[in-house]
């Protein structure tokens, strides 16, 4: 038996034992909205993944989430033992969100509609520790205040239940309540400008105007992705091994200098040279490199089978065998002496994707010519849209990540498909469809000292055009 204390819990308690036998039909009525909850949770778990639901009522939302593993908890008994009986396949518990005893951790935490019910948030967020990995994502769902008063008149002209007063909480009181819990918001996205369905204009405004700026603001629904950062506060930080991989066509003159300019971090650093189709004698230089630097430099050699620095990257990191996967770009415009400080950022759990930014600092008077630095700032903005967090820079050749996590990206590409020949919108997507905290990191970069850029500046400007377009409709419009 639970031991509810406050008057306040009591009464929500009291409300939801009164509601069960009916609440499934009920919830029918109102399944085009919680279908845009369940659309948006399933569209970051992944089939793998492992599931909590606190607040999981009937049972009905999490029997439709993704997930090969799935527990829901609620404090009403009787919502508990309906939803054992419609949905006898996943595991459920009558139980306090703020005295959770499970023993097991979980991919991803849901918290769909249910802040406004908790006597005490911060009790809630901080028993959700137990029950967390490092990797653990945490997806608050709540609905937008602005539609306050007209969900009032629905209950006063009795189309919505009436429920006892919740608790007010604006994005920012939940992102400073997880992070007094030692969570840390990292994306907020609203969906669902009209939530019930009008045949043709719901999918209209809902699919594509919702998405837009202004209107975007006045949805229904909100969401909060959070990841734990209580596991980064340890004394003794880890030492991961790392593999750089360098993509080199005609730069035989930079091969070198990639190895000589190398700083020492972490654990152990292996360096991978990828060669595609040089008309140079870049391979015989990698090959003379290799042999030159065998006793102190632990580097592999290949060259790839297909064409463009994607293709490339993707053959390096095939073979790759440290924790941490860095590319370096072997023109050397991104400096190696930086890659410490990318190592960094990512072992000390500041991000899970680290971009480099080269629109930050002052550039070298040669290294980006005007029209290349316009582009990228309008790439720039365009990704900040379609990813819903600032990306200042989408095409620096420097992004980092574990190596766990890049072989679930590769599990996942085919959401994208292998549509990206430079490789850097095919990492920068699938972080994010992954939700892993992306951050910027920013660098100085340098002119060329040896060859010319691989870039058509024309060509492959429409190319990054289309792929946008094309993104836009698996990550806004879908």
Not at 218 to 224: D, G, L
Request: hydrophobic residues 35%; proline residues 4%.
């Amino acid at each position: 038996m639970l031991e509810i204390k406050s008057n306040r819990a009591k009464e929500f308690h009291a409300y939801f034992e009164k509601l069960a036998p009916k609440y499934t039909k009920y919830r029918k009525r109102y399944n085009y909205f919680w279908n845009n909850i369940i659309k948006y949770c399933n569209y970051y778990i992944q089939d793998e993944n492992s599931v909590l639901e606190i607040g999981c009522g009937n049972g009905d939302s999490l029997s439709q989430m993704k997930g090969k593993h799935k527990t829901g908890i609620d404090f009403s008994s009787a919502m508990i033992e309906i939803a054992k009986k419609n949905h006898p396949e996943i595991e459920f518990h009558t139980m306090l969100a703020e005295e959770i005893t499970l023993d097991k951790k979980y991919d991803v935490v849901l918290l769909t509609g249910v802040m406004g019910y908790f006597d005490n948030v911060l009790e809630v967020l901080n028993s959700l520790k137990k029950v967390c990995h490092p990797k653990t994502r945490i997806i608050i769902s709540y609905y937008n205040h602005i539609w306050e008063p007209i969900l009032k008149i629905g209950e006063f002209l009795r189309i919505k239940k009436r429920t006892p007063r919740k608790n007010w909480l604006s994005k920012h009181d939940i992102e400073n309540l997880l992070y007094l819990s030692d969570f840390e918001s990292f994306r907020t996205t609203r969906s669902l400008l009209i939530p019930i369905n009008i045949p043709i204009i719901s999918y209209l405004f809902n699919r594509y105007i919702a998405r837009l700026p202004l209107f975007n603001s006045m949805c229904v629904n909100k969401f909060i992705n959070a990841r734990p950062i209580f596991h980064q506060k340890v004394e003794k930080k880890p030492e991961f091994s790392t593999t750089v991989v360098i993509p080199a066509r005609n730069e035989s003159g930079n091969i070198e200098d990639a190895i000589k300019r190398l700083p020492k971090f972490g654990k152990h650093i292996e360096i991978i040279y990828v060669e595609g189709n040089s008309t140079d004698d870049t391979w015989e230089t990698i090959q003379k490199i290799q042999e030159k630097y065998k006793d102190t430099h632990d580097i592999k050699i290949t060259q790839q089978e297909g064409k463009g620095k994607g293709d490339a990257v993707r053959k390096g990191y095939s073979i790759a065998t440290g924790d941490i996967l860095m590319i370096l770009d072997a023109d050397l415009t991104v400096p190696p002496e930086d890659l410490p400080k990318f190592y960094e950022a990512l072992a000390s759990g500041k991000g899970e994707f680290i971009n480099g930014s080269r629109l930050v600092y002052p550039m070298e008077k040669e290294a980006m010519r005007s029209l290349n630095t316009a582009g990228n700032k309008f790439f720039s903005w365009v990704f900040s849209w379609l990813l819903e967090q600032p990306i200042k820079d989408t095409l620096c050749g420097t992004k980092v990540m574990f190596r766990e996590d890049y072989l679930r990206l590769q599990a996942n590409r085919k959401f994208f498909g292998e549509f990206d020949p430079f490789g850097d919108y095919d990492l920068l997507f699938g972080a994010y469809k992954l939700n892993l905290k992306i951050i910027d990191l920013p660098i100085r970069y340098r002119e060329r000292t040896y060859g010319d850029t691989n870039i058509s500046r024309f060509r492959h400007g429409f190319l990054l055009l289309r792929m946008c377009w094309y993104a836009a409709g698996k990550i806004k419009f879908w």
